[in-house]
């Protein structure tokens, strides 16, 4: 068999696992789900930002120059970041895991 053959062999081996089929399935809707929840989150802000600037530019406290939308914007960036860790912790975790036993299965 040639190397060719090989890889093709290997490859094919792969896509008929129903591991992969799973990995694939389960981090395709993972990360649409959180798309949505980024989309939502950042689109509300903006449309906070278009149609409601008299909340935004409610102060914190009385006489202070910070408004709300100051927390708000920063809520947005550290939520952003959260929804990253989480797709990272389970890429690390449950995906690679997935991922190690499909490529122990194709050897």
Do not use: C
Not at 58 to 84: D, E, M
């Amino acid at each position: 068999m040639t190397q060719v053959q090989s890889h093709q062999h290997s490859n094919n081996h792969i896509k008929n696992n129903p591991k992969f089929h799973e990995l694939v399935r389960k981090r395709t809707a993972f990360a649409w789900t959180l798309t949505a929840a980024m989309m939502a989150l950042y689109y509300g802000f903006i449309m906070l930002v278009a149609y409601n600037k008299p909340f935004l530019a409610t102060p914190l406290a009385q006489g202070s120059v910070a408004t709300i939308g100051f927390p708000i914007g920063v809520g947005v960036i550290l939520l952003s970041i959260a929804l990253t860790g989480i797709y990272v912790r389970r890429a690390n975790g449950e995906f690679d895991e997935l991922n190690r036993q499909i490529i122990e299965e194709s050897r």
